[in-house]
């Protein structure tokens, strides 16, 4: 089965040094020396398009712009790539959610695709007028999706639950295709909405054995309500022709951060309620501890996984730095634990594109995970031979 690969679109901004923000940060953290105009994104939407990835990630949070008006606008400046919308259930009805994406689908035919955040700051969640503790927040978004998938099965609704009560309710038009539900959450109330209702399992990028348990857990429970699931996992690259390039471009990327800047990024990031913010600040700890951060090497986690980027930045804190060839085996040793989907960014994100769609796309479809097409097909390219990498 080939991989379905995604970037990110970063709608708080972008720049040549990592972008803090997210889990546990305040509004405002995240900021870039690349203005998160529609142009520059449709610039990344494109070349994405262009390289054949089949969709881009949206974030949702105080930090960012927001991801509705975002991709409804990049949809006109694209063609075919589809967007992965991360929303919020609870801060909206279900049945305007269900319409909104019904619509969406009318314009935009096929190439929608649903990102759910349940949402693991309480102070943020509070900001938007929502007070809910965390275990509140997974049984409405069980009640929200309950709903939704209802509506865009035709029927007319009534819906009288713990945290959402909706009266004959009903879509005047049904999105067709339904566009797939995407889902991440690694708290123990996460697990059984996840298996419920996701199509797509995301996980955050942990070394080999942390993500063999977390699909065994996800497939255990889906299995147990007749459901199966597929899997996709979220991480940074840094790819570079050689492999010491790409732990250079590591390298520099921490220069640019200060212990200061650190410490106050990591006070943030733990008082996130998020399990998963706690699993990627685990993964960095003990170069924080023994102040060793500041060697990039000293943040791989496994080979090839870097723990650098969660420094500064919440959510996803991985990436995959080396050689082209490296960086395409350590996704296919994803892939051979059943990870099918990929959803991949890097600093600045239209340059790292590129550098990813010309370097490790060809070895991805040597190896008969991809099929490289279009404008950028390098499937011809020389390479350096391995050892070089």
């Known amino acids: 089965m080939a991989l379905r690969l995604h970037w990110f679109l ?11 923000g997210g889990h546990g940060l305040p509004a405002g953290t995240a900021s870039g020396d690349r203005r998160s105009s529609i142009g520059y994104l449709s610039s990344i939407a494109r070349a994405a398009e262009e390289f054949g990835f089949a969709g881009a990630l949206t974030p949702t949070g105080a930090w960012c712009e927001d991801a509705w008006l975002t991709t409804a606008m990049l949809a006109r400046e694209s063609e075919r790539l589809a967007f992965l919308v991360a929303f919020r259930p609870g801060l909206i009805s279900p049945a305007l959610a269900a319409q909104m994406a019904a619509t969406f689908g ?21 900001a938007y007028g929502d007070h809910l503790d965390k275990t509140a927040r997974y049984a409405r978004c069980d009640e929200f999706l309950s709903v939704v998938r209802r509506l865009w099965a035709g029927e007319t609704v009534t819906h009288r639950g713990t945290h959402l009560q909706v009266e004959a ?3 005047p038009t049904l999105p067709d295709p339904v566009p797939p539900l995407y889902f991440g959450g690694s708290s123990a109330t996460a697990g059984p909405v996840a298996a419920a209702h996701a199509d797509v399992y995301l996980i955050w990028g942990e070394p080999l054995d942390a993500v063999t348990d977390k699909i ?25 022709d050689r492999a010491d390039d790409a732990w250079r471009q590591a390298g520099h990327l921490l220069d640019a951060l200060g212990d200061d800047v650190v410490a106050a990024a990591q006070a943030g990031l733990a008082r996130s309620e998020s399990t998963g913010q706690a699993r990627m600040r ?20 496994a080979p090839n996984l870097w723990a650098g980027v969660g420094l500064v930045r919440g959510g996803a804190g991985t990436a995959l730095v080396g050689s082209h060839i ?20 890097g600093y600045p994100h239209l340059e790292e594109l590129y550098w990813f769609g010309e370097g490790v796309l060809p070895q991805l479809a040597r190896r008969g995970l991809v099929t490289v097409t279009g404008a950028h097909d390098t499937g011809n390219r020389p390479f350096l031979p391995a050892a070089a990498h």
């Not at 096929?110 to 102070?123: F, I, K, Q, S």
């Not at 889906?222 to 790819?239: C, E, K, M, S």
């Open 10 to 20: 970063p709608t708080y901004g972008d720049s040549r040094f990592i972008v803090g």
């Open 169 to 171: 309710a009903r879509l």
């Open 106 to 126: 009318i314009h935009a035919p096929g190439r929608l695709l649903l990102n759910v955040v349940t949402g693991g700051e309480a102070d943020e969640q509070r």
């Open 216 to 240: 065994a857990w996800i497939r255990g429970l889906a299995a147990a309500r007749g459901r199966d699931i597929r899997f996709g996992i979220r991480l940074h690259v840094i790819t570079r």
């Open 326 to 345: 490296e960086v395409a085996a350590r996704i296919a040793e994803y892939a051979a634990l059943g990870i099918d989907e990929f959803v991949f960014s």
């Open 282 to 301: 685990a993964l960095h700890e003990r170069g924080r501890v023994d102040g060793s951060w500041r060697d990039p090497r000293a943040l791989e986690i």
